[in-house]
């Protein structure tokens, strides 16, 4: 019985652990294979459930563009049009408010000037005016005070005469009553009779008023 050799075990040990390692990496490999395909069915699976309810959503998407891109191109051309045609408008007006609120800054300074100018003649009027009134007042207040002492004596002179006349008048009229009582005083002592062979004394007599009558109510 021959003893086989180290070299031939070696070779046969090296040649079986490459057999070994190419049946495990074909296992591997058939493995990833199984796995591979199943998820690829599955893929296709989901691929054909979304297109299947996609394909409806694109023709519908695609029908509402067709639809509607001649609409957005004739806006599109109105849009354009309205914009070509507004924006000279658009211009003229800028200038137009340029130029206004120019003209408007002026005219408010002319104002304000014209404004300032006013108010100061006005201020040296209500001056003058003032002046014109204090000096008017006081040529009225002189006046009047001379009025008043003017008039004052004619009117003291005037009551003083009239005072006088009215004294003058109750003097005369209080005569004239005093001397008709002692003329009827005296007529009637020479109507009554002597008694006792006696003339009476004029002074003795006493003087009877005549009896008064109230007037019925």
Same mark, same amino acid.
Request: a neutral charge; aromatic letters at 2%; glycine letters at 4%.
């Given at each position: 019985?021959?003893?086989?050799? @180290?070299?031939?075990?070696?070779?046969?040990?090296?040649?079986?652990?490459?057999?070994?390692? /190419? $049946?495990?990496?074909?296992?591997?490999?058939?493995?990833?294979?199984?796995? /591979?395909?199943?998820?690829?069915?599955?893929?296709?699976?989901?691929?054909?459930?979304?297109?299947?309810?996609?394909?409806?959503?694109?023709?519908?998407?695609?029908?509402?563009?067709?639809?509607?891109?001649?609409?957005?191109?004739?806006?599109?051309?109105?849009?354009?049009?309205?914009?070509?045609?507004?924006?000279?408008?658009?211009?003229?007006?800028?200038?137009?408010?340029?130029?206004?609120?120019?003209?408007?800054?002026?005219?408010?300074?002319?104002?304000?000037?014209?404004?300032?100018?006013?108010?100061?003649?006005?201020?040296?009027?209500?001056?003058?005016?003032?002046?014109?009134?204090?000096? $008017?007042?006081?040529?009225?207040?002189?006046?009047?005070?001379?009025?008043?002492?003017?008039?004052?004596?004619?009117?003291?002179?005037?009551?003083?005469?009239?005072?006088?006349?009215?004294?003058?008048?109750?003097?005369?009229?209080?005569?004239?009553?005093?001397?008709?009582?002692?003329?009827?005083?005296?007529?009637?002592?020479?109507?009554? @009779?002597?008694?006792?062979?006696?003339?009476?004394?004029?002074?003795?007599?006493?003087?009877? @008023?005549?009896?008064?009558?109230?007037?019925?109510?």
């Amino acid at each position: 019985m021959q003893v086989p050799q @180290p070299s031939n075990t070696l070779s046969l040990i090296f040649t079986i652990a490459v057999v070994a390692s /190419v $049946v495990i990496q074909a296992a591997v490999f058939i493995g990833l294979f199984i796995a /591979v395909s199943a998820a690829l069915k599955k893929i296709m699976k989901i691929t054909e459930q979304v297109t299947a309810k996609a394909m409806p959503i694109v023709s519908d998407v695609h029908n509402i563009m067709q639809d509607v891109t001649p609409k957005i191109k004739t806006i599109s051309s109105q849009v354009t049009s309205v914009v070509e045609d507004v924006t000279p408008k658009v211009k003229t007006i800028s200038s137009h408010l340029v130029e206004m609120s120019s003209t408007l800054r002026d005219q408010t300074k002319h104002v304000n000037s014209t404004v300032d100018d006013v108010v100061d003649k006005t201020r040296v009027q209500a001056n003058k005016v003032d002046d014109m009134v204090s000096a $008017v007042l006081g040529s009225i207040s002189h006046a009047g005070s001379a009025v008043q002492s003017g008039v004052a004596k004619p009117v003291r002179k005037v009551g003083s005469v009239l005072n006088g006349f009215r004294v003058g008048l109750d003097t005369l009229f209080n005569h004239r009553s005093h001397a008709k009582s002692n003329g009827a005083a005296q007529d009637i002592v020479e109507e009554e @009779p002597v008694t006792g062979g006696d003339k009476a004394d004029p002074s003795s007599q006493t003087i009877h @008023p005549p009896p008064t009558t109230s007037s019925p109510l």
